[in-house]
């Protein structure tokens, strides 16, 4: 199982990048694919998530209207669009892949993680 997040690096306030995670090892249109991140000294937050059919979204209250999530099933990638990046998106970006199921009424989690890219919002 992997997923390998890209895209990452230095942009100035104001600026854009757009992020992918590319899966594989596993059924990649089953599963819910969030972004998070984590700057230095904080928890871990939810940037954006995406159903696994990519009918419904949601994001965190300061990336709503500057960032969008989508994916393709067909290539097993996901990719994330950040617009008027500001310095307080300095983080590690992770991308995340999560199921739920539910075998004889009991609840059972699959999740992955990726390993990480680097976004510095800097001037």
């Known amino acids: 199982v992997q997923l390998v997040e890209s895209g990452g690096g230095l942009v100035q306030p104001g600026g854009s990048l757009r992020l992918s995670c590319a899966a594989s090892g596993f059924t990649f249109s089953s599963y819910d694919i969030s972004w998070y991140r984590q700057a230095p000294g904080k928890e871990r937050e939810l940037v954006a998530r995406?159903?696994?059919?990519?009918?419904?979204?949601n994001y965190g209250d300061s990336m709503k209207g500057r960032f969008t999530i989508s994916r393709d099933n067909a290539k097993n990638t996901v990719s994330l669009q950040m617009n008027s990046l500001k310095p307080e998106d300095t983080a590690v970006y992770y991308c995340?892949?999560?199921?739920?199921?539910?075998?004889?009424?009991?609840?059972?989690?699959?999740?992955?993680w990726g390993q990480g890219t680097q976004v510095t919002v800097s001037s």
């Open positions: 995340n892949a999560d199921l739920v199921t539910v075998v004889g009424g009991i609840p059972s989690r699959t999740t992955y």
């Open positions: 995406i159903t696994s059919s990519g009918g419904s979204t």
